[in-house]
Structures are given as structure tokens and as C-alpha cells.
């Protein structure tokens, strides 16, 4: 009988078919030992120690990449691997979402702790959204624009496409018209395209951080206040929180700073610390209302372009709301550092047809204060990096620690024409149940020298000072009222095509009569930012009143408030501590000028920035002007080579300058991204600033002026070279390290710290850490640090002990700076 040729084919088709199933039922059947459970190991023929010993390699160091890889592992012998060869297959390692979101977060930590504008506060938002990514087409505005580096433009581009489609996935994300692939590349790592089922799952974080590195106080790139501290307890924070589907999340937290004592709300045995704890409500829709937040314990709130309202501990220079420097607008939880201007009681942030957003809060807290002599009344708040009741030297007439109780409710109203499209009004009012009467003279000021209040050349800027609110006023809304401070403000918003405006107007209602502003200190903050594919350009003006005294204020400036005082100068103040109030002030210095910032992609390996800032400081009318030039070159695809260039002068615009100076500053950075994550950069930093030239400060008086002085110059050279390596050993375990020789001032981000060095010697600064995920759970991360400079030997003053002024020759006179810190963090994430 004659087959035909296609009989045969389909026979053989068929016989094929087979046989290919009967291999994928064979390999189905075998364990994927990369992504095997301990149970599922242990039901191969070898040993519960093999099992455990094959579990224990992938878990701590990673997934096999090859069988031969297995026969390294101690207890696998030849004979146990043939066994094992048709049992087992190799597989690449699957990582869940939330494991690879944990994975991720540990290496973003590091990215955005080491760029100018991030701060504590801003950084612990993003984590909360990495950790809990939003539904992209159900994000606001709002939460569009509080990502980094997504502009208005972006948002707008996003809220478009949801009307348009589902956005069920990157790409079509990317499809968004008018969405930069920069801020397309920032959205992508905080959203989802779905709501996940997390409904009765409940989700746990845990962080601990101990540190005995000193906080470095004042602009990053002045460094004007290093507090140097040793043998104190060092700062310890602690954050738990825990989540119960998508609508409810409990926090809870504890910070204390270096020096400090650990503080509680009782005084009996069981003492409870004193920390902050936050329940919210969230996302609960009924129809055309939304209740986006509610939130009882601790919370945040911040409105517009800060002008009126942002409650946060930290001040972060030039905060324009755009790139890194973003702001999180309305109500949140707030388990943060910030203490000083930490709001307790209720917020509440609703939505109605998707275009009136209302939002509501009432908080009653105390507050660290500067009470004067009586004890009555107080000069101001402050907000101290370690909290001590009566000063460093323990000698204060008067505690300053939650001396002051405050009342605070306000409300903001914005609705919304069309996307990117608002105007809104927020007010704010706060009471204190002491009189607040300023007298820094008899409160702060050492009275030896009071004289020089408002009298020294070189602290022209007191009349800030002089400035501060005061208040004397009752409220039938609580009867221990003594004094009131009361906010108005009105933002906009609007986006046309490529180009988005915004501003923020606000009052400070010093004559007790709200619709009349005339005589009213005020703060204007407006900005103008145009966005193409390769090019933006931002345009921002500011005028503040140096009578717009609001504690809550943390728009744009360059410098924080009382820049220039006597505030700076420790030794005229009755004790260091008072220092606090400039060096930790998050209030903007009153000023008013041009802000313009570009960014331009001349070429996909070129990358060029630009800002120039030129302003005028309300208090004395002195004349500033900042230029930074920032290139980056891709000469390969993981070789970069950054250059930055900052001119800085003050007071060159007018010859009669009581203090003027020119600063010039050039860092350049090489950095080689390796494979597996590896890194290594080497930085060069070379900086001058030349002050005016005094004969008081360059002859010894007390020679006859035949003599240099010892101390004193007319111009402060630095210089800095060093190196950061990081090494993967494996995905759970990697090395940092670096090492800095420098002279002079130096700022710099090493790992997740910011650090401030200034020394008049070559000194040598290292730090390693150590980082591991021991678990896919739990990650330790510990920093040791060293820092030695070379012996001092030019001291002009009395020795260690003595009372009366002693001029002693500088030869004999020694001394060498050296230091060692620690930093641990552990994490757990459940």
C-alpha cells in the first residue's frame, strides 16, 4: 500500500507534537530551583542540610546562573548533582513587585540623597509613593506634580490621556502627547496601571536609624554653621508603619537628635516617649464626592508655592518647585523629622466633581520658644537641631522646650477649570497662649554685648530681626489665647500648550482687619516655565516684605531667614544655642529679584544647565548675584564627565558695601558606571572666596601694628580630591567607600548623608558602608566614618582653662582635629 507524502507529514507532525509535549511535561515537573520554596527543595533526593544549603545560596547571594554553579555550593558533592541534573532546571530569578520595588527603593535612596535640592522631608514622600504606587488613571494633578521632576506640562499631557484611553501600560503611557521623555522616564517609577486586589492585606514597615554624625546647619554651599559634637548619645529615629488595604494606614514615630535626651509626654514608671503617630482614611468615593485623606495624629500641610503655608523643619535653598525641589500640596501624614512646626489634631482634603478641591485642618501642639526674662511673653519660636531646655551651657534663666502652646486651623479652597487650570485660597490662623513681644536684646543677645545690635558693620541684615511679629490678642475660639498670627494667600495655576504660570500672593494681617491690606506685610512668589523636548527654561520673581514674618513660609529664597545678623555670630549671644535661630531657621530670608534656570540637551551625550539668580536682601539692600554653569558629557555610555561652575558675589555693585565678597567655585567629577550596579567616581573641587580687605584683620594691634595677625584674612582658598567606589558582591550584598583629602571648605553627598567640612589644614576624610538585604525582607545598611587633620599649629588665644586673655607665640602651640562616626539603619518591609 502506497503512503502518501502527506500522511507522512502529519504523522511526523503529529509524532513531534508529542514528543515536544512529553519535554514540557518533564521539565514542568522539574523544581526551578531559583524560584523554589525550602518545601519544594526538600522533596529532592538529597539531605535536609543540602536542601537547606541550596535554599541559603539563593536566598543570601543570589540565583543560580548555571548547573555547574550548584557544584560549588559545600555540601553538593559529583554524585549528588547527577541526581539532581534531570530533577531540577535553571530559571531566571522572579521578583515580586513589591520585592523588586523594595530592591529598587535601596538604590533611589542613594540617587536622590546625593542631588541638590532633595531634603529629608521630600525624600520620605517619594519612598511612601514608591512603596504604594498610584493608579495612573485615577492620579490628580496634584499627585502628578509632586513627582520628580515631572513638570505641569507633563501632568497635563497625563490627565489628557485618561480622558482618551485606559492607560494600561508604559507604552501607552508614552503615547501621551505633550509628555517630555524626561518626565515620562520620573512617572514611570510611581505609578501602576491597575488597582491592585489588597483588600483585608495587610502590609508592615519598619525603619531605624542610629547616627553619631553632627548635623551640618545653613546653606549647602556656605556651610555656615558646623555643630561639632563628641562623646553625646547620638540621634536615633525610629518608624513604624502598617497598612490595611488600599483605605487605611497607622503610623507611628520617634526622632531624637544628637545630644539630646529622650524625651516623654509622662512622668510615671511606665513612661511613654514623646513621638509622633498618625491613622489616615484615604481614597473612599460617594458619587461625585472624594474624601482623598483624612488624617488624625500628625500631619502636613502645604498650599501653592509655600508663600503661605509648608510645615516643615527644613529649609531647602531656591525652591522652585520644579525638577528636584518639588512641593507635596495638601494634607498627609506626616511621620517625619520635623518637630518645630509639626502639626497635631485633624486634616481633612476632600474633592467634589473632580474640580473644587476643600481642604480643612485644626492642630493644637506645643512649640520650642524664646521666652523672655519675665516669662510671660516670648520673642520668638526656634527650631533647635538637638533640643536642650536651658541652653548648651545649661545656665538659661527660662526653658525653652514646649514653652509655648499652639492653637493652628485654616482651610484651602481651589477649584479647577481644566486640567492644569486653578485658583485657590487659603488662610491659615494661629494662636499662642503667650503674649508674643519680641525682645531680643534682653532675651538672646549677651547684655555685654547689646551694644552691637543693630549698630555692627558687619551685621547689617538686624533689621530683620527688628522685624519680628508681634501680638497681643484674644479668640473667643479658646480662652488661653494671648496672642494670634493670621495668613491670607491666593495661588493660580494654568498651563497653555508648552508653557505653565503659576504665583502665589499672601498677607500677613497685622492690623486685625482682613480686607484691608494696604499697610499689611505681603509675599509675591510668581514663575513662567516653558518646556520642550530638549530644552526648558524657567522664569521666577520674588518679593517678600521684611515684615512678612510667617513661620510657615518656605517659598523660594537663597538664603533662610536672619542671614547676616548678629544670629551668626555665637560669641555676642547669651548662649550658642540662640545660634539656632539662623543656622536651623526654615523661614526664607526677605528678599526680592530674578531667578532663571535652563536646562538643555544640546545632544544626546551633552547635557548642559544654567542658573543665574540676582536679588536684592530686603534688611540692609544689599546686592547679590549667583550664576551656576553645570556640564555633563557622556563619552561612552556608562563614562560621564560632570562640570559645575558657580560665581557668587555680594555688595561689588556698590563701592560703600559693608561686607562684600566674591566666591568662585569649580567642582568636576568623573563617574564610571560599571556592570552589576558597580560605581566609581573621582571628584576635584577647587574653590576661592575673597573678602573686603580690613587692616584691623591682617596687623597685630597689640604690637604696635609692627606684626601679622594670627588671625583674619581677606580671602578663603579650598581645595578637595577623592574617589567613591561601590561594589555589588551579589544582589543582597554590596560595599560603598570613599576617601577625601581637603583644605579648606568642602561640601559634599556621601551615601545617604549630606556633610559640611571646613578646616584650615590638609585633613583627611574616609567612610565605608556596608549594605545587605539579608532577607527579602530586611535590609541593614551600617556606615563608619574617620576624619583626621593634619596638627593646627597657628592658635592666637588663651589656653584651655585660663580666664584672662593670654597672647601666646603661635609655634607653641599645637592641636589636631580627629573624629569617628557611626550610622546603622535596618529596614524591614513585610
Not at 405 to 417: A, D, I, K, R, W
Not at 446 to 456: E, N
Not at 501 to 527: C, H, I, R
Not at 690 to 698: A, D, G, M, Y
Request: aromatic residues 14%; negative net charge.
Amino acid at each position: 500500500m502506497f503512503i502518501q507524502p502527506k500522511q507522512i507529514m502529519i504523522k511526523v507532525l503529529l509524532l513531534t507534537g508529542l514528543l515536544t509535549a512529553v519535554s514540557w511535561a518533564a521539565v514542568a515537573h522539574r523544581v526551578d530551583i531559583n524560584n523554589a520554596s525550602l518545601d519544594e527543595i526538600m522533596e529532592l533526593p538529597i539531605t535536609t542540610q543540602q536542601a537547606q544549603a541550596l535554599y541559603d545560596r539563593v536566598y543570601y547571594q543570589g540565583p543560580f546562573l548555571s548547573l555547574y554553579e550548584i557544584s560549588l555550593v559545600e555540601s553538593i558533592d559529583a554524585e549528588t548533582l547527577e541526581r539532581l541534573k534531570p530533577l531540577i532546571v535553571i530559571r531566571p530569578l522572579v521578583v515580586t513587585g513589591e520585592k523588586s520595588r523594595l530592591q529598587d527603593t535601596y538604590r533611589k535612596v542613594e540617587q536622590w540623597s546625593s542631588l541638590e535640592g532633595a531634603n529629608e522631608g521630600l525624600i520620605e514622600v517619594w519612598l511612601d509613593r514608591l512603596a504604594e504606587p498610584i493608579n495612573v488613571n485615577r492620579a490628580t494633578y496634584d499627585d502628578l506634580t509632586a513627582l520628580q521632576n515631572v513638570s505641569p506640562i507633563d501632568a497635563v499631557a497625563v490627565l489628557k490621556l485618561q480622558d482618551e484611553i485606559n492607560i494600561g501600560s508604559q507604552r501607552a503611557l508614552r503615547s501621551a502627547i505633550g509628555l517630555s521623555y524626561y518626565g515620562y522616564r520620573n512617572l514611570r517609577d510611581f505609578v501602576r496601571y491597575y488597582d491592585p486586589d489588597e483588600s483585608g492585606k495587610v502590609h508592615y514597615w519598619y525603619n531605624m536609624t542610629l547616627n553619631t554624625a553632627p548635623p551640618a546647619g545653613g546653606s549647602a554651599e556656605e556651610g555656615d554653621v558646623v555643630v561639632l559634637l563628641r562623646n553625646y548619645p547620638p540621634a536615633v529615629r525610629h518608624k513604624f508603619l502598617i497598612t490595611y488595604g488600599q483605605h487605611v494606614n497607622f503610623g507611628m514615630s520617634y526622632h531624637r537628635q544628637l545630644a539630646e535626651k529622650n524625651q516623654y509626654v509622662n512622668d510615671g514608671d511606665f513612661k511613654i516617649p514623646d513621638g509622633k503617630w498618625a491613622f489616615t482614611l484615604k481614597d473612599y468615593r460617594w458619587g461625585p464626592l472624594s474624601m482623598e485623606r483624612l488624617v488624625a495624629g500628625n500631619f502636613s500641610a502645604t498650599f501653592g508655592q509655600g508663600v503661605v503655608m509648608e510645615t516643615t523643619d527644613y529649609f531647602s535653598p531656591r525652591r522652585d518647585g520644579y525638577g528636584w525641589s518639588k512641593r507635596v500640596p495638601g494634607i498627609f501624614a506626616d511621620l517625619s523629622g520635623t518637630r518645630s512646626y509639626a502639626l497635631r489634631g485633624l486634616g481633612l482634603q476632600m474633592r467634589l466633581l473632580n474640580k473644587l478641591r476643600l481642604i480643612g485642618f485644626l492642630s493644637k501642639n506645643s512649640r520650642d520658644a524664646v521666652l523672655n526674662p519675665s516669662g510671660e511673653d516670648f520673642t520668638t519660636i526656634i527650631n533647635m537641631d538637638s533640643r536642650q531646655p536651658y541652653g548648651w551651657y545649661g545656665l538659661l534663666p527660662q526653658n525653652l522646650m514646649n514653652s509655648v502652646n499652639e492653637v493652628t486651623y485654616g482651610g484651602n479652597l481651589q477649584f479647577t477649570f481644566w486640567p492644569g487650570t486653578y485658583l485657590g485660597f487659603t488662610s491659615y490662623e494661629s494662636l499662642y497662649d503667650k503674649e508674643l513681644r519680641p525682645d531680643p536684646a534682653a532675651s538672646i543677645i549677651d547684655p555685654a554685648q547689646a551694644g552691637r545690635y543693630l549698630t555692627t558693620i558687619g551685621n547689617t541684615a538686624d533689621t530683620e530681626i527688628a522685624a519680628m511679629y508681634a501680638s497681643s490678642a484674644s479668640s473667643p475660639l479658646w480662652d488661653a489665647a494671648r496672642a494670634n498670627r493670621r495668613i491670607q494667600g491666593i495661588e493660580f495655576s494654568t498651563v497653555i500648550r508648552n508653557m505653565a504660570l503659576q504665583g502665589e500672593w499672601a498677607v500677613l494681617d497685622s492690623d486685625y482687619d482682613m480686607f484691608s491690606v494696604k499697610t499689611d506685610p505681603q509675599a509675591l512668589v510668581v514663575n513662567a516655565f516653558v518646556q520642550f523636548d530638549n530644552f526648558n527654561l524657567l522664569v521666577l520673581y520674588r518679593d517678600y516684605d521684611l515684615a512678612f514674618d510667617n513661620p510657615y513660609q518656605r517659598s523660594f529664597s537663597n538664603y533662610q531667614r536672619y542671614k547676616g545678623s548678629i544670629l551668626e555670630d555665637l560669641f555676642y549671644l547669651q548662649d550658642p544655642i540662640f545660634g539656632s535661630l539662623f543656622s536651623n531657621a526654615a523661614q526664607p530670608q526677605a528678599e526680592r529679584g530674578w531667578f532663571i534656570s535652563s536646562r538643555y540637551q544640546m545632544h544626546r551625550d551633552v547635557v548642559a544647565n544654567l542658573d543665574f539668580d540676582t536679588w536684592t536682601r530686603a534688611a540692609d539692600g544689599a546686592r547679590y548675584f549667583r550664576t551656576v554653569a553645570r556640564l555633563e558629557y557622556r563619552f561612552a555610555f556608562n563614562y560621564r564627565l560632570r562640570i559645575r561652575q558657580k560665581w557668587q558675589q555680594r555688595g561689588d555693585f556698590d563701592y560703600l558695601s559693608a561686607s562684600p565678597f566674591d566666591s568662585r567655585e569649580t567642582r568636576v567629577d568623573f563617574q564610571f558606571r560599571l556592570s552589576d550596579y558597580d560605581n566609581l567616581s573621582l571628584i576635584y573641587a577647587n574653590s576661592f572666596t575673597r573678602f573686603s580687605q580690613r587692616r584691623r584683620l591682617t596687623v597685630d594691634l597689640g604690637s604696635g601694628g609692627d606684626s601679622y595677625s594670627m588671625v583674619g584674612n581677606a580671602g578663603a582658598p579650598s581645595e578637595a580630591l577623592g574617589f567613591t567606589a561601590t561594589h555589588n558582591f551579589t544582589d543582597r550584598f554590596k560595599v560603598l567607600g570613599s576617601a577625601l583629602v581637603y583644605k579648606g571648605f568642602f561640601w559634599n553627598f556621601e551615601d545617604t548623608d549630606f556633610r559640611i567640612f571646613d578646616s584650615p589644614v590638609h585633613s583627611l576624610h574616609w567612610w565605608v558602608t556596608a549594605f545587605s538585604r539579608i532577607g527579602d525582607n530586611w535590609a541593614v545598611r551600617l556606615k563608619v566614618s574617620h576624619e583626621a587633620g593634619a596638627p593646627v599649629t597657628n592658635y592666637a588665644f588663651s589656653p584651655e582653662g585660663s580666664t584672662a586673655y593670654t597672647r601666646l607665640l603661635w609655634e607653641n602651640i599645637t592641636s589636631r582635629a580627629e573624629a569617628n562616626h557611626v550610622r546603622l539603619q535596618i529596614d524591614y518591609a513585610f
